[in-house]
């Protein structure tokens, strides 16, 4: 399940302090945002001595690192620390690295996580993300004669695993290949993104710089009137706000799948929204719904028996069941898209076709 975190955002003050920090550091500075709320739920604590974060001794900089109570702490001590922890080529992650602690992550996961030389910064993904919604999905090529041959033929090869997890979540094979499939091809097409990069520049899409840059696309892709752009100007400042705070949840959610002890989290690649293996399972969802298919004592959705498992197990939990609501409805809950849902159901229905026509092998 997500967690229950909100949207963050720094006041003008606050914003001043970070990019004056991170101006003295040699990197990026950062603009000034608007005014926002805090609704972690946190209780509050005791301020930290200042001394845990001021000694030399490497022991006082790791019990500071350790601390549970850093989201308590004043942004007068809070920003200094974090402008000292953040290697000087990821000053641009300092609000990332201020949302995460602010909504409770451990401090040293978020420094760990940032200072990965596998992390980058890239405004593709803030543009993508806010912005893709302008273009109208088209998953005609998830189920054309080629995809349903494949498809079949998968449906043939992994038959005794597809009945397994048929037999204990109650979604059809048929079901369970076509998800597969219009997800990665059946993990032919795992995406090349790194994960960890993906979601630390989501959080910060409510940033000034980053909601005009894609104001600007927005503008050069519009061809309407004043009326519908206003519409849309609006959404982009929805969306904004909304994937920078799910980013946030997602960031802590990855930080539990590394406490789980399956994956290296700073190793994970998949794809531009954030997804990854076979089954593009986003962090919270591998947290609350990745399965050990083959009960080899790991989570890992890179191999078909946790993948086919995992997303039979999503899609019970999401309401499947014998009727086409609640199909529709658990599907829906995989992809929030019409479309997805209209390309996964029809491809299934294909594959059915297909297997009892040739009595259950492909052709």
Known sequence: MKSPTAALTLSALTWLAVATLVGSAGTASLNACSPGENNNG????????????????????????????????????????IAEHLNED????????????????D?????????????????????????????????SSHYN???????????????????????????????????????????????????????????????????????????????????ELKKLEQKILDRSASKSAWAVEQLIALQAVETMGHLSVS?????????????????SSYVSWAVDGDNDGTINLYDMPDALFSIGNYLKEHGWDQTNEGERKAVWGYNHSTAYVDAVLLLRDKIRSRVQSSGGQAE
């Not at 030399?56 to 850093?70: E, F, G, N, R």
């Not at 990821?90 to 992550?105: E, N």
């Not at 401090?107 to 543009?127: A, E, G, R």
């Not at 080629?146 to 037999?167: G, I, M």
Request: glycine content about 6%.
């Open 42 to 81: 946190m209780k509050s604590e005791p301020q930290p001595d200042a001394s845990v974060i001021t000694g030399d001794k490497i022991s006082d900089v790791k019990a500071a690192l350790q601390s549970d109570s850093l989201h308590t702490w004043p942004d007068s001590t809070l920003l200094p620390f």
């Open 90 to 105: 990821k000053g641009q992650f300092s609000t990332a690295a201020y949302k995460l602690i602010r909504a409770g992550a």
């Open 107 to 139: 401090s040293t996961f978020v420094f760990n996580l940032i200072n990965d030389p596998s992390v980058k910064h890239d405004t593709k993904y803030m543009k993508i993300n806010v912005t893709g919604y302008l273009g109208k999905p088209d998953y």
């Open 145 to 227: 004669a080629y995809s349903v041959k494949k498809a079949v033929a998968f449906h043939d090869e992994y038959d005794s695993l597809l009945t397994l997890v048929e037999k204990k979540y109650g979604v059809s094979s048929e079901a369970l290949t076509a998800v597969a499939w219009v997800e990665t091809r059946h993990g032919a097409y795992l995406g090349t993104h790194h994960v960890p990069s993906v979601y630390l520049c989501l959080s910060m899409t409510d940033n000034p710089e980053y909601i005009e840059l894609n104001m600007e696309a927005l503008h050069e892709k519009f061809d309407g009137d004043s009326t």
């Open 267 to 283: 190793e994970l690649v998949g794809s531009w929204a954030g997804a990854f293996g076979i089954s593009q399972f986003i962090p």
